[in-house]
């Protein structure tokens, strides 16, 4: 039983005249006992909670930043009116700061055998599965004074997925690839390894393109013309370890590592490559293996979704092995890692030519834009010595950058924002030079 604010400022207004005028148990009594008798007929004509039906219905998933509607039905199977407050309870993640008092708390009127729907509108603020908590219902007499209270289990789940913020670099990336793959008119045809088509020469064409054999066959001069590779395997590995957990610009690094996945694996469908997906530390936490282009992108953000940094230090042999056991042939390699130069050269550097012997590897990481804040920062005393701190960062972010460039490691290193893009070019520009 729940008594309500207005039992409360009734038991204080018969009070009040009893304590002046005559303050005694009988006239306590003569107060209450009126009121306990009102309180006892209204929990008893409050509708029962236990007897409630739910259902739900609505959105399964919703990326990060946009709104999730999930339906609640409610069968009233009593023969009394339901008059109650129903809290709809989900984790504190699923709504923005200060939202959830109202968009968790319904006012309900249900008649007897009748249904009602509700919608409990979610937008999360992490990625992940976001499960349905307890219903909790407090079903109110006639009389407002008392209510009967329960809680029902309705299980419900919605899969925030990765905002893919990066996609708006995708309509001009295709270009380019329409360009290399010579579906648009440009000066320059694009370049690669798989002969296309032969054509008329013209003006402007790279004589080292005409085909003398087809020129000896014809009366007009004939230009060879090629096409970027298609149909080759590139194998993304997000290291989910330690440094993915660090935060650069209010994100960790590792949304900002899934971000540029995503838009490499829509560029490199669209390409006709095959493109897989590995997450790692000390164990696989993901893997995307074998899906067709159209069904790759879905499959990849989904995988993707609940993944979260662990906090232990990448077992770099562990990592090795598992991109040789998923590429046994000739692949491109992307590995979304850190580029600090302690894990770095303990880590990844001794086993690294393990891989670069086999495959074409391309290393990206997350730089913190603060960095270069600090190494531009003068005026003052602690502005440079701030400086003095963000420069020899930048130099040991260089230092690491050239060892890797040693072994035949394509280096990428980019802000947060920067990071898809700039993985994006230089994927198409290994492509043109058929480099896969």
Not at 252 to 276: N, S, Y
Request: hydrophobic share 45%; aromatic share 4%; glycine share 8%.
């Amino acid at each position: 039983m729940a008594l309500t604010g207005r039992t409360a400022l009734l038991a204080a207004l018969g009070s009040l005249p009893v304590g002046i005028l005559a303050p005694s148990w009988t006239g306590m009594l003569a107060v209450n006992a009126p009121l306990s008798l009102a309180i006892l007929c209204d929990y008893a004509l409050a509708a029962p909670v236990r007897t409630l039906r739910f259902t739900r219905s609505g959105d399964t998933t919703v990326r990060l930043g946009d709104q999730a509607e999930v339906e609640l039905s409610v069968v009233n199977g009593s023969r009394r009116r339901l008059r109650a407050d129903l809290r709809d309870a989900w984790p504190p993640s699923s709504w923005q700061p200060g939202d959830e008092q109202a968009a968790s708390r319904h006012a309900l009127t249900v008649p007897a055998g009748e249904r009602r729907r509700l919608s409990t509108f979610l937008r999360p603020t992490r990625r992940g599965d976001r499960t349905a908590e307890r219903i909790t219902v407090r079903s109110y007499g006639p009389l407002g004074l008392a209510a009967r209270q329960g809680s029902h289990r309705v299980p419900w789940t919605v899969r925030v997925l990765p905002p893919f913020t990066s996609r708006k670099h995708l309509p001009s990336r295709l270009a380019r690839l329409r360009e290399l793959d010579g579906r648009t008119s440009v000066l320059t045809r694009g370049e690669g390894t798989e002969f296309d088509s032969l054509r008329a020469y013209a003006p402007g064409d790279d004589v080292r393109s005409i085909d003398w054999r087809a020129t000896a066959r014809q009366s007009a001069v004939a230009v060879r013309t090629w096409r970027p590779e298609r149909d080759r395997h590139v194998l993304v590995v997000l290291d989910t370890g330690r440094t993915a957990a660090g935060r650069v610009g209010g994100f960790p690094r590792l949304d900002a590592a899934m971000d540029a996945t995503l838009l490499l694996t829509a560029l490199a469908t669209r390409a006709g490559d095959r493109l897989d997906v590995l997450a790692y530390d000390r164990r696989v936490r993901a893997r995307v293996q074998g899906r067709t282009a159209g069904d790759a992108l879905p499959a990849v953000v989904d995988a993707l979704a609940p993944l979260e940094p662990a906090l232990t230090e990448t077992d770099a042999r562990g990592l090795v092995a598992a991109v040789l056991a998923q590429a046994p042939r000739r692949s491109l390699v992307v590995l979304l890692t850190g580029l600090d130069a302690a894990p770095m050269e303990e880590g990844l550097l001794p086993v690294l030519p393990q891989l670069t012997r086999r495959h074409t590897v391309v290393l990206a990481a997350v730089s913190d834009p603060r960095v270069n804040e600090m190494a531009e920062a003068r005026g003052t005393v602690d502005a440079v010595y701030e400086a003095a701190a963000g420069v020899e960062a930048q130099a040991q972010r260089r230092r690491t950058a050239e060892l890797l460039k040693r072994h035949g490691v394509v280096v990428v290193d980019a802000t947060p924002d920067g990071l898809a893009p700039a993985l994006a070019d230089t994927y198409l520009a290994l492509k043109a030079a058929g480099r896969l």
